[in-house]
Each structure stands twice: as structure tokens, then as C-alpha cells.
């Protein structure tokens, strides 16, 4: 059987890691665990290539070389397509980049090719015009970038992959290293599920089951122009473990409590309870990683007497219960002995 072509889509704004690990792997899909573990005949099951609309090598994100196998002109008939990772700021535009790659990218979904994107590729993958209408993912620090640039995408910042049709034709990826779980979802589909479950064993890919909310501040600074609302978001900073806060609050606004949770939340996106309650598991989330805290303890250091609440609350808000959290996040060791965790060099 001959091997799938895959074209692989790199730009000056490209990150290399996921650019060269997505060539990397499935390079190595069909053969490398066959290789290792003595088992099984070999075969090459992805043919990946670099394309770009630069003919000439040039050098991408942090200055790593890239040798485009072909021009965009030249690439016509990959079954698959494959937008990695951008270094893109999340205030920075994408939309007018590129027009020529993005008719290539209309084009070869148009003749059936599957389109995936890795991470912020979905930020290339929406200036197509592609997700319009559709549900998409990409690293949850472009939840803005979304909703400003791309109103008419269906944007999730939760899923580590995200399908934008019932065929998964369009497949987006998450955060980062989500191009480990895409990578994975390719190999499953286009192969097998069990060469996937290979490929992750000697890479040591992990598959991101539990989601981006664990990896997502709750709490981040929103630009706006209402000094009273910025004033309580600073004092509950300092006073959110403390009982009455609503009260409180709304006594320093000098507001109307309707009055204040109105505006609160068209300044903020969240509305005043979602705001305390999310900065109380933001510092729970902070204790969990570094100490060994009880979490009954936990809870009531950041204002919950009740656990059981905290705990549910905290589920609620990481996907991840308490003490799944603290075994994900926990601090790296500085030793690195051999002899400190059975089954861990640290």
C-alpha cells in the first residue's frame, strides 16, 4: 500500500517543534516501534513533506532552518493538510497574511483533502473562512483573538481536539503540545488505533484526555475603562478568602448591587460570583501544586467551609478533581537521583 502524502504547511511565523515533531512522528509511523520491539514487518504509512509559499529555505520561529520540500503550486495531491503552531500574539491580526496560502488551503479541502491545525494553525485555518459556522479549538490564550477576529467561529477553548464537521474532515487541535494528541488522532484514523497506542509508547506522547481547562488561568487581566469596576477587582484580590464578599463589594462600589454586577460583567466577561469563585480556586490551584496542604484545608484557607462544595467547584472549573490536579502539577524536584521515586528518575 502506498504511503499517504501529507503536506505540512510552514511560514516564517511557524513554530519549529511542532513543525519538525509532526514530521518527525509520522516519518516514523509503521516502522519505528516495529524497529525497536523486533515485531513486525515494516512499512512507511505517512509520506510528509514541508510546504510553503516560499521556495527558497528560510528560517521560522526562533530562527530554526526550514527546507520546503515543494512550493504551494507543486502541492496538489496530499491526502491530508496540516496547519501547525503559529508564534503569534494574541493581539496580533492574521487574517490579510498569506492570501495566496489560504486559497491553497480553500482549495485542497475543496478536492476532499482532511485539513487539520495544531494549536494557533486554527488562527490560519479560520482566516480561510473554513470554520465559519463550525466548532473549533486552539490554545485557550486566543479566546479573544477568537472572538474579536473570528465572531462567526464556534470557539471552545476546553478540548484538546475539536471536530468541525460530523466526517472530521476539519480536525482542530489545542494548546501547544495538543500536536501530540493530533498527531496521535491522525495515526489512528489514517492507520490503526493500535499503531497510535505504538507510536505514543516510544515517544512517550501523552494523550490530553482531561482537556485544557486544568492548563487555563481562570483569572486573567481584561483591558477596560470603568475605574470602579478595576477598583473592587483589586481589593478582591487581596479580600476573596474573607465571608460577605458580595456585600462588601458592592458597599465599597458605592453602587446599587444590580447596578454593579451589571457592569461588573460587561467589563469583565464573568459575572461578580464567577469572578470570587474563580479566584478562590486559582489560589487552591496554587496550594495544591505547592504543598501537601489536606485539601479539606485547602478549601477553607481559600473561603469554602464546606469541602464537598469546594470540591465539586473546583471539578467544575479544571475538569480534574483536587487531588488529580496536585498529582499533574505538583512542583518538578530539583534532585535528580535515580535512587529518590521506584520508577521516576527525578
Not at 520491539?37 to 526550514?66: D, Y
Request: hydrophobic residues 40%; glycine residues 6%; contains cysteine.
Amino acid at each position: 500500500m502506498a504511503a499517504i502524502l501529507v503536506d505540512i504547511v510552514a511560514v516564517p511565523e511557524t513554530a519549529g517543534s511542532a513543525l519538525y515533531g509532526l514530521v518527525d512522528v509520522l516519518s516514523a509511523t509503521g516502522s519505528v516501534w516495529q524497529t525497536l520491539a523486533r515485531l513486525g514487518e515494516e512499512r512507511r504509512v505517512f509520506e510528509p513533506r514541508i510546504v510553503s509559499p516560499h521556495r527558497k529555505p528560510f528560517r521560522c520561529g526562533f530562527g530554526i532552518p526550514v527546507q520546503p520540500k515543494c512550493h504551494l503550486d507543486e502541492a496538489r495531491n496530499a491526502g491530508i493538510v496540516i496547519l501547525p503552531e503559529l508564534w503569534l500574539g494574541p493581539d496580533e491580526a492574521w487574517r490579510d497574511r498569506y492570501p495566496q496560502l489560504l486559497s491553497w488551503i480553500r482549495q485542497r479541502h475543496q478536492q476532499g483533502a482532511f485539513i487539520y491545525s495544531a494549536c494557533s494553525g486554527a488562527v490560519m485555518l479560520a482566516a480561510t473562512g473554513l470554520l465559519d459556522g463550525r466548532d473549533a479549538t486552539s490554545h485557550w490564550g486566543y479566546q479573544q483573538l477568537f472572538r474579536r477576529d473570528f465572531p462567526e467561529v464556534h470557539f471552545h477553548p476546553e478540548p484538546n481536539l475539536c471536530f468541525a464537521d460530523r466526517d472530521g474532515r476539519i480536525v482542530t487541535a489545542g494548546g501547544t503540545t495538543s500536536w501530540h494528541d493530533l498527531a496521535l488522532h491522525i495515526i489512528a484514523r489514517h492507520c490503526s488505533p493500535a499503531e497510535a497506542v505504538r507510536i505514543a509508547k516510544v515517544y512517550l506522547l501523552k494523550w490530553h484526555s482531561e482537556g485544557q481547562l486544568p492548563y487555563t488561568p481562570l483569572v486573567r487581566p481584561l483591558a477596560h475603562g470603568d475605574a470602579v469596576v478595576t477598583d473592587c477587582e483589586q481589593w478582591l484580590k487581596s479580600h476573596f478568602t474573607e465571608p460577605a464578599l458580595i456585600c462588601a463589594v458592592v458597599a465599597r462600589s458605592g453602587m446599587p448591587e444590580r447596578t454593579l454586577k451589571r457592569r461588573f460583567k460587561a467589563m469583565t466577561g464573568m459575572s461578580l460570583i464567577d469572578y470570587i469563585q474563580n479566584l478562590r480556586i486559582e489560589e487552591s490551584k496554587r496550594l495544591l501544586e505547592s504543598s501537601r496542604t489536606a485539601v479539606d484545608d485547602i478549601s477553607a484557607a481559600v473561603g469554602y467551609e464546606e469541602a464537598a462544595f469546594f470540591r465539586r467547584l473546583f471539578k467544575r472549573r479544571t475538569n480534574l478533581t483536587p487531588g488529580e490536579y496536585r498529582r499533574l502539577f505538583r512542583h518538578i524536584p530539583r534532585d535528580v537521583s535515580p535512587t529518590r521515586t521506584r520508577g521516576m528518575i527525578r
